[in-house]
């Protein structure tokens, strides 16, 4: 079923009266990324999967965000929707939403951490986030888009899955590069949540065997200072592990829900 809740593109899909757990893409992708995972979960779980604001067919509004707005948001999706002991699953940007909402919001009871950080970005990582800002604005999002899929995904995926990976560039591409932009600004300005993990319930922490945005070292770091928590890699994947490994990465998911 598909809502729109203060601008936001909300599906959700399963019994309301099940456990819910919501979905958070990573950048620049938007709610489809994790399609497969909801229809093998809604059986058994409320699944609900949104458009970042500015992502997808959310609106863009200002398109100045921050880690704290997208919280925000996701805060009045819990409220809209009366949700309670809320599992949350974030990928990569959608982990950095995640981490922020673990420090602020009681109602999220459990988390799933898909190819994500509780590290800030230092001044290389900035100064190259205000880079692409500029040529976004200068060439569009092609040729920022090229660059970002060849270090997101693995080459063999690249070359064996070329339509699919042609068909989710086309679907970005319509996006509005405001939003876009407006998602680098968030990235840029995100605070650093190390602090929270020893306090972070329940977790799952899911890394990709190849992944080059987010290295597994460091999903495994952070998985040895959360005391409760598993530590799964997902092999022969790159950053994007739910697109190129989607039955071993809801393996990992269900077998981690299984003992909640
Ligand atoms: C993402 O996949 O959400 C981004 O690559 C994360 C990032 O650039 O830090």
């Given at each position: 079923m598909q809502k729109t809740i203060d601008g936001l593109e909300v599906y959700t899909a399963g019994n309301t009266n099940s456990?819910?757990?919501?979905?958070i893409h990573g950048f620049p992708f938007d709610h489809s990324i994790w399609n497969e995972a909801v229809a093998q979960l809604q059986n058994d779980y409320y699944c609900i999967s949104y458009d970042i604001r500015g992502f997808g067919r959310s609106k863009t509004a200002h398109g100045q965000y921050t880690m704290e707005s997208y919280v925000d948001d996701l805060e009045t999706i819990i409220t809209q929707l009366q949700l309670q002991?809320?599992?949350?699953?974030?990928?990569?940007?959608?982990?950095?939403?995640?981490?922020?909402?673990?420090?602020?919001?009681?109602?999220?009871?459990?988390?799933?951490?898909a190819n994500t950080t509780t590290s800030a970005d230092d001044n290389t990582a900035k100064l190259k986030r205000a880079k692409a800002i500029k040529s976004i604005e200068k060439e569009g999002v092609?040729?920022?888009?090229?660059?970002?899929?060849?270090?997101?995904?693995?080459?063999?995926?690249?070359?064996?899955?070329?339509?699919?990976?042609?068909?989710?560039?086309t679907k970005i591409l319509s996006f509005d590069r405001v939003g876009i932009k407006g998602g680098l600004l968030a990235m840029i300005s995100r605070t650093d949540t190390a602090q929270s993990?020893?306090?972070?319930?329940?977790?799952?922490?899911?890394?990709?065997?190849?992944?080059?945005?987010?290295?597994?070292?460091?999903?495994?770091?952070?998985?040895?200072?959360?005391?409760n928590s598993q530590y799964v890699v997902i092999p022969n994947s790159g950053h994007v592990s739910m697109l190129e490994k989607p039955q071993e990465f809801i393996e990992a998911i269900q077998s981690f829900l299984h003992k909640l």
């Amino acid at each position: 079923m598909q809502k729109t809740i203060d601008g936001l593109e909300v599906y959700t899909a399963g019994n309301t009266n099940s456990r819910p757990i919501i979905f958070i893409h990573g950048f620049p992708f938007d709610h489809s990324i994790w399609n497969e995972a909801v229809a093998q979960l809604q059986n058994d779980y409320y699944c609900i999967s949104y458009d970042i604001r500015g992502f997808g067919r959310s609106k863009t509004a200002h398109g100045q965000y921050t880690m704290e707005s997208y919280v925000d948001d996701l805060e009045t999706i819990i409220t809209q929707l009366q949700l309670q002991q809320v599992i949350l699953c974030g990928f990569s940007m959608g982990g950095y939403i995640a981490l922020r909402a673990s420090e602020r919001l009681q109602t999220c009871k459990a988390f799933i951490l898909a190819n994500t950080t509780t590290s800030a970005d230092d001044n290389t990582a900035k100064l190259k986030r205000a880079k692409a800002i500029k040529s976004i604005e200068k060439e569009g999002v092609a040729p920022f888009l090229d660059t970002f899929f060849s270090a997101a995904f693995t080459k063999h995926y690249l070359q064996e899955d070329e339509q699919t990976v042609a068909k989710l560039k086309t679907k970005i591409l319509s996006f509005d590069r405001v939003g876009i932009k407006g998602g680098l600004l968030a990235m840029i300005s995100r605070t650093d949540t190390a602090q929270s993990l020893q306090a972070l319930p329940q977790s799952l922490l899911i890394s990709a065997g190849e992944d080059k945005i987010i290295p597994p070292q460091e999903m495994k770091d952070m998985a040895a200072k959360i005391p409760n928590s598993q530590y799964v890699v997902i092999p022969n994947s790159g950053h994007v592990s739910m697109l190129e490994k989607p039955q071993e990465f809801i393996e990992a998911i269900q077998s981690f829900l299984h003992k909640l």
